[in-house]
């Protein structure tokens, strides 16, 4: 029987790497194609790049922000309708983003909506607009990992720093973010990745305009619409390259005593 355990185990393990592996490199093996590969147009892959980098990081530094003081309330305090609240901010993880982007579109034709868009933005069909729809895509995650990050913490600790004297902004920035230093790195990275791929939101919001609201998503999106499969495949391979390099940092960072 422990044989039989280790056969299944291990092979069950062993078949979707296989599987993922087959995916990368059925991509790899078109792109090397003679009759596949040809010039791809280097402005419109530079500006999906920048524009990617751009809003991402934008959008994932609003939500960090936010998420921090948000995250440390739901783990540190009880109040009425917690869980109500802290399953409503965990809506963006599960919910499709394309339904999110256009619950943002529908705010946007009401009174309180075309007033914010008039004051801050405008954020239908434009950059703003993908920004906007990354950080509510990304910003359940963020809380969600900050607050893990948080709940890891002993309370004891906030509790002595509090008894020698340190006010609540001093022991939160001086205790627990030092503390929670690595869950915080490893959430924004997380978030950046997980907004470097955002596409049902966005396009939904911002629209898919080339060389204007073209994200790396929407220009896979378009390149497979034109029939430029070689532009398609450079722009997955740059997203698989990032949010690979992502994912390993971040386990190879939370492996560290740092």
């Known amino acids: 029987m422990n044989k039989l355990f280790d056969i299944i185990i291990w092979g069950t393990g062993a078949l979707l790497i296989l599987a993922f592996l087959s995916l990368f490199a059925g991509m ?35 939500a960090i922000i936010v998420s921090i003081p948000v995250a440390y309330l739901f783990s540190r305090h009880n109040f009425l309708f917690k869980n109500f609240f802290d399953t409503l901010l ?13 619950m943002l579109l529908i705010f ?19 950059v703003k607009g993908i920004m906007l729809a990354q ?3 990304v910003v359940g995650l963020s809380i969600r990992l900050l607050k ?60 898919a305009t080339t060389l204007k609201t073209e994200t790396i998503p929407v220009a896979i999106s378009l390149s497979f619409e034109s029939v430029d499969i070689t532009s398609a495949l450079v722009f997955i391979t740059i997203l698989v ?11 190879s960072f939370q492996g560290k005593g740092i």
Do not use: C
């Open 28 to 62: 790899l093996a078109e792109l090397a194609q003679g009759e596949v590969v040809k010039s791809p147009d280097m402005n419109k892959i530079w500006f999906a790049v920048r524009l990617s980098l751009y809003t991402a990081t934008i959008a994932s530094i609003a």
């Open 108 to 126: 946007f034709n009401t009174p309180v909506g075309k007033q914010i868009n008039n004051l801050f933005g405008p954020f239908v069909f434009e």
């Open 135 to 137: 950080f509510f895509v």
């Open 148 to 207: 893990a990050a948080f709940d890891g913490i002993d309370v004891e600790y906030e509790n002595i720093a509090r008894t020698l004297g340190y006010g609540k902004l001093r022991v939160f920035f001086h205790v627990l973010m030092p503390l929670a230093k690595k869950g915080i790195i490893s959430a924004m990275l997380l978030t950046w990745g997980k907004a470097m791929g955002e596409y049902g939101a966005t396009v939904t919001l911002a629209g």
């Open 90 to 102: 965990d809506l963006p993880i599960v919910l499709s983003p394309i339904a999110l982007g256009a």
């Open 241 to 251: 390259v990032i949010s690979f390099a992502i994912l390993f940092f971040v386990r």
